[in-house]
């Protein structure tokens, strides 16, 4: 598996992803509409042989300091619990830090934001 930032190319497959792990097209949407809207700052895929199962998107908060939010992260049904997600999540966040973001807000469920053999927050 390898991580790497979103290309153009990737835009349908992204949505397929988010919209599996989620069950519903809503989160998808929102990723669409982000992107439509120029307010991503950080999107990445995950990619294996048969292609992308998962994305992690961090998006333009406004706030008195450099902010994003982190939300959706996404993993393909049959890739859950591997891995995928925290890897997507790290990158992110040393991508967020070497771009100099002062702060990452999580948005969504404390505990899908758990590290799982560590039992800790991934800040």
Do not use: C
């Not at 397929?16 to 991503?40: K, M, S, T, W």
């Not at 998006?59 to 939010?69: D, M, T, V």
């Not at 997600?85 to 966040?93: K, V, Y």
């Amino acid at each position: 598996m390898s991580i790497r930032a979103e290309e153009p190319a990737d835009i349908a497959a992204i949505h397929n992803v988010v919209e599996q792990a989620f069950l519903r097209p809503l989160e998808a949407v929102l990723v669409d509409q982000l992107r439509a809207g120029g307010n991503i700052a950080i999107s990445l895929v995950a990619v294996e042989d048969r292609g992308i199962v998962g994305h992690v998107l961090f998006s333009n908060l406004i706030a008195p300091f450099k902010a994003l939010a982190l939300a959706p992260a996404s993993v393909a049904p049959d890739r859950r619990r591997s891995g995928i997600g925290s890897a997507m999540i790290r990158e992110g966040l040393s991508r967020a830090t070497d771009d100099g973001w002062r702060a990452v807000l999580v948005v969504g469920d404390p505990k899908y934001y758990l590290i799982t053999r560590q039992r800790q927050p991934v800040y």
